[in-house]
């Protein structure tokens, strides 16, 4: 009795078995279709496309809409950034060099003297809660906590971070470009508490800045800010050790 009902198990099990093959090849395609809406961020690049003029076509920026792309974009989790400024003032202008290594969560800045030789003026290590700053030779280093002080602020830099933190009504216009052949979004932003204008071109590929300006309000540039060097390789984790050799905890 018990080898009989044993077989009648079986064979059950290969009868469900079969009806369930059939339903799956015979049940209608329920996979969303193309024509469902879909945000309104870039499009992924299409292998069709192989020029960056013929991507900027294919995508549409403006001030309505500049936040929600903006928003899609992320910086690299590691990148190496040279950036070059300059600030006029009434008496003429400074130049500002700086480097920046990023890991995960560790950020370095380097303040660089706008010289021939670059000298190393100061290392800046940041943590998630605090500041390590030395200067080359020290064998100690001096620390604080961050609070909102970060490495973009060590850097002088304007990031697309400004643009999404923009009042909608701040945004004077925005489209897609090419900065020295790079696909980039342009943003065009009003200060309203000191009547300074911003202007961004920042990276649809990493999210960096390309090239920042702020003009006063006559309209002169009196800050501005170029990426003179990007690496979105790895970065080595020795290269955010103090002094004694240790590297900040996260």
Not at 194 to 208: D, I, M, Q
Request: aromatic share 8%.
């Amino acid at each position: 009795m018990k080898k009989h009902r044993t077989l009648f198990f079986f064979i059950s099990a290969i009868l469900l078995t079969f009806a369930l093959v059939l339903g799956l090849i015979l049940m209608p395609d329920m996979s969303p279709s193309l024509a469902d809406s879909v945000p309104e961020h870039p499009p992924k690049l299409n292998p069709a496309i192989n020029s960056e003029t013929e991507v900027l076509n294919a995508i549409s920026v403006d001030k309505t809409n500049v936040k929600s792309i903006i928003s899609a974009i992320s910086r690299p989790k590691e990148y190496f950034s040279e950036t070059k400024s300059t600030l006029s003032h009434s008496g003429g202008s400074a130049e500002y060099i700086r480097k920046k290594w990023v890991r995960e969560n560790l950020s370095r800045v380097d303040v660089i003297s706008p010289t021939a030789e670059q000298t190393v003026l100061t290392h800046y290590v940041y943590s998630p809660t605090t500041v390590y700053i030395w200067k080359p030779g020290d064998t100690i280093h001096y620390n604080t906590a961050r609070g909102d002080f970060d490495a973009d602020d060590t850097q002088m830099l304007m990031s697309y971070e400004d643009i999404l933190n923009a009042s909608d009504e701040n945004i004077v216009t925005a489209q897609n470009t090419l900065y020295d052949g790079v696909l980039c979004i342009y943003a065009e932003i009003k200060k309203p508490e000191s009547g300074y204008t911003e202007r961004y071109w920042v990276s649809t590929s990493t999210g960096l800045l390309l090239h920042g300006q702020t003009l006063n309000k006559e309209g002169s540039v009196i800050y501005s800010i170029s990426s003179t060097r990007i690496d979105i390789s790895p970065q080595d984790i020795s290269l955010f050790n103090l002094p004694d050799g240790s590297t900040p905890t996260v």
